[in-house]
């Protein structure tokens, strides 16, 4: 894999997976030393000039008119360590090297005045395998300066890491990875922990992850389809080009992708429930919020959102609201009902499949009958499923108060947006793996009927993971093997349509 050249604009969310999840190394672009080093430039002399300049010689949040007094740099270090207030569980490490790199690809934007230096160590740290140790809540999205400055601190050989699979002080980690410690120039500190970039970095993840989710998503769909004989005639492009929603139309056309076959089997009825011929409706908008969910990541991982911002074509320091994540926070409150929209319809396809027998389908899908419970209990659990990510899919970006003597008095909530989502995410997948098994059953149950190749193969994933039902026994294992597959990225039934994996704008 080609290391990831950064020059300061470009970066996709694809680079982000890449980085995080896959060590691709990062590399430094030639105009990248001169852009920082012209920005340096100007917020030196701004400082020299007299100016207040946020964070460098004032005080921050409340402390805006408190001017600092004697060694700059010694006040870096300060502002870590008084603003290292993160607590909880430490973000995983491939969060950790999002993150990372999102800062980084902000930074090589050129406008938060950071010595060169300092930049060049964070992305030595990164390709080295260093990674602070982050704990998880503190942030509100006015920036994500308290989780950030786990970043900061391990530059200077402070906090903790993880390195090489070890849990160590950061200074230790520094010295095995042959790296030393970083000084800190005026402002260099918050230049380093005051942005979103846990939101960005982290928000990358998930939407790569949406768009895995969706996919698999797709394929139960597509042999629910099957399995329950479902009228195909709802995926007529036609049907699809009379309403002019492109997301719907992708849907549509990897639905109807998925089940061509020479000769489409007689549909049973006239019209199937809404979870199965909505499903390029119910697909597509999640379609969209994918797309509108990366393009605002993408916004964030190109940008130059310091506060305060070195102009450097005008030769001016100003200061700025550009860290703020608004419209990020929005865009993932949308993806996350987008994903419970799904997931929901999952939930009574599932229903639908495993109910008292529909379109000739046995009662509770069991082989035998009588007694047998089939897949009736899991009923319960998809229920309980659905009802947590129908909590997560509570917006929460309103969800704030004013703190720092009122002088931060609005917030995003932005990282809390982007979390919920990923826990959405895992739950999702849990609802697709009980559809998957489902739909199986069902197609087993249809004698003689003739899949799809690419339904075929989707079957044929599913029975190489857990076998038929052909007498009652724990269900809940089986799920939770083929939920594991679908989480692992081991779940290959074929190529997804190409559609839905291009980047949405």
């Not at 105009?31 to 920005?39: F, M, Q, T």
């Not at 950071?114 to 990164?126: G, K, M, R």
């Not at 036609?238 to 719907?248: E, V």
């Not at 008292?356 to 229920?383: C, D, E, H, I, M």
Request: glycine residues 10%; aromatic residues 2%.
């Amino acid at each position: 894999m080609s290391a990831l050249v950064l020059t300061g604009a470009g970066v996709s969310v694809d680079d982000v997976a890449a980085v995080a999840r896959h060590a691709r190394k990062v590399e430094i672009g030639a105009e990248i030393i001169g852009r920082l080093e012209k920005a340096r430039k100007i917020l030196d002399q701004a400082a020299a000039s007299g100016q207040h300049i946020y964070g460098l010689n004032t005080g921050l949040g409340a402390n805006l008119g408190t001017s600092v007094e004697g060694d700059a740099s010694a006040f870096q270090r300060q502002l870590l360590e008084g603003r290292s207030g993160a607590v909880g569980e430490a973000l995983p490490v491939e969060a950790v090297r999002a993150t990372m790199l999102a800062r980084l690809t902000m930074l090589s934007a050129g406008g938060s005045g950071l010595s060169p230096a300092v930049f060049v160590a964070l992305v030595d740290v990164l390709n080295a395998g260093v990674h602070p140790v982050m704990p998880s809540l503190g942030s509100i999205g006015a920036g994500d300066l308290v989780l950030m400055t786990a970043i900061a601190r391990l530059l200077i050989g402070e906090g903790e890491a993880d390195y090489q699979g070890r849990r160590m002080p950061a200074a230790k980690a520094l010295m095995m990875a042959r790296l030393a410690p970083t000084s800190l120039a005026p402002k260099d500190g918050l230049s380093l922990v005051n942005a979103s970039a846990v939101s960005a970095g982290c928000g990358a993840l998930v939407v790569t992850d949406a768009l895995s989710a969706l996919m698999q998503q797709q394929h139960a769909g597509a042999l629910t389809m099957e399995g329950f004989g479902a009228n195909r005639t709802i995926l007529d492009p036609r049907l699809h080009m009379a309403r002019p929603a492109a997301g719907q139309q992708e849907a549509a056309k990897a639905l109807h992708d998925l089940l061509a076959r020479d000769e489409a089997p007689t549909p049973i009825t006239i019209q199937d429930p809404l979870s199965i011929r909505c499903m390029p409706s119910i697909h597509g908008a999640l379609i969209e919020a994918i797309g509108q969910a990366g393009q605002a990541v993408e916004i964030e991982l190109n940008a130059a959102a310091d506060n305060p911002l070195v102009l450097g074509d005008d030769g001016l320091v100003l200061s700025t609201g550009n860290f703020h994540t608004a419209s990020l926070a929005l865009a993932f409150e949308a993806l996350g009902l987008a994903i419970a929209q799904c997931a929901a319809a999952s939930a009574a396809r599932f229903i639908q499949l495993t109910g008292p027998g529909r379109n000739g389908l046995p009662k509770y899908l069991s082989p035998v009958g009588g007694a047998s419970a089939g897949f009736v209990p899991l009923q319960k659990t998809v229920t309980s499923i659905l009802a947590a990510i129908r909590h997560k899919a509570n917006p929460v970006m309103l969800d704030f108060l004013p703190v720092s003597e009122g002088v931060e008095d609005h917030a995003t909530q932005t990282p809390l947006a982007v979390s919920k989502c990923a826990g959405m995410l895992v739950l999702w997948r849990r609802l697709i793996a009980f559809e998957l098994m489902a739909a199986a059953q069902a197609v087993d149950l249809r004698e003689g009927l003739a899949l799809a190749p690419r339904t075929s193969a989707v079957h044929a994933a599913i029975r190489a993971l857990v076998p038929s039902l052909s007498q009652d026994r724990p269900l809940g294992i089986d799920a939770e093997t083929l939920h594991a597959a679908l989480a692992s990225g081991r779940w290959q039934p074929g190529s997804a349509p190409a559609d839905l994996v291009e980047e949405q704008a």
